[in-house]
């Protein structure tokens, strides 16, 4: 397997360097490895004040938020343990102590 990054248009795991620049021998695709993609920047998942979120993080709940069927809202201040970041509407999936698994949006939560 390369050291390299695979193409990021046809995911072709043969590409080589070239100057600065790496080169996909499949498409001919040539880009700068040290700068992020459009689709990179917009695939990233910010939290309430605006850091990268990834898989595993700890996040803190910031405002109380009503969950659908149940007695009480998940409170401020709650923490959150090893997320998992998801496509969609709810961004977070995870656990969370006495309501069980449940999706999150990013913009109610901050980095613990």
Not at 3 to 26: A, N, R
Not at 84 to 111: Q, W
């Amino acid at each position: 397997m390369s050291e390299f990054p695979p193409c990021p248009k046809c995911k072709c795991e043969y590409t080589y360097p070239m100057d600065s620049l790496l080169v996909c021998p499949e498409c001919f695709h040539e880009w700068n490895p040290e700068e992020m993609t459009e689709e990179e920047l917009a695939s990233q998942v910010l939290d309430a004040n605006g850091n990268v979120l990834q898989d595993g993080d700890d996040v803190v709940v910031v405002k109380d938020l009503p969950v659908k069927g149940a007695p009480k809202p998940v409170k401020a201040g709650t923490k959150v343990k090893n997320i998992r970041l998801t496509d969609g509407d709810h961004n977070i999936a995870c656990k969370i102590k006495d309501f069980g698994s449940m999706g999150l949006k990013s913009e109610f939560v901050r980095k613990a």
